[in-house]
């Protein structure tokens, strides 16, 4: 089992860059299946990027591709989101997110079994 915890989301202008951490304790996160999701008001919650378990291919969602980088530190058993060029309608709840199987896609929300508590992050225009 595996607890997550998400840190870093906050209020930044159209533009600019926030980085989001996803801090996990219990078990390594090269176990698993790792993605980000995030959740805008009154909408479903969405893929942005994940990984497979000891993977080096990352997966983007098309309108995060170029400015949205995933990377895993192993060392501090952490998974980054770094999030550059913001627009107003990346503004949600992201979500960290953990699988210890194979996920069919990577990009369904019901292959992950653990979550975190999320990060509110919001872009002003």
């Known amino acids: 089992q595996v607890q997550l915890a998400e840190s870093g989301g906050g209020l930044v202008q159209a533009g600019g860059s926030l980085r989001l951490s996803c801090a996990a304790s219990?078990?390594?996160?090269?176990?698993?299946?790792m993605a980000w999701f995030r959740q805008a008001p009154g909408k479903e919650r969405k893929f942005v990027g994940g990984?497979?378990?000891?993977?080096?291919?990352?997966y983007y969602e098309d309108s995060v591709k170029g400015r949205f980088t995933i990377s895993r530190d192993n060392a501090k058993n952490t998974v980054y989101l770094q999030m550059n060029s913001l627009k107003p309608e990346d503004t949600a709840i992201y979500y960290c997110?953990?699988?210890?199987?194979?996920?069919?896609?990577?990009?369904?929300?019901?292959?992950?079994?653990?979550w975190g508590q999320g990060t509110q992050v919001t872009v002003s225009s």
């Open positions: 997110a953990a699988s210890p199987d194979v996920p069919y896609t990577l990009r369904a929300s019901g292959e992950f079994e653990y």
């Open positions: 219990g078990r390594t996160v090269n176990s698993y299946a």
């Open positions: 990984m497979h378990r000891r993977g080096s291919n990352i």
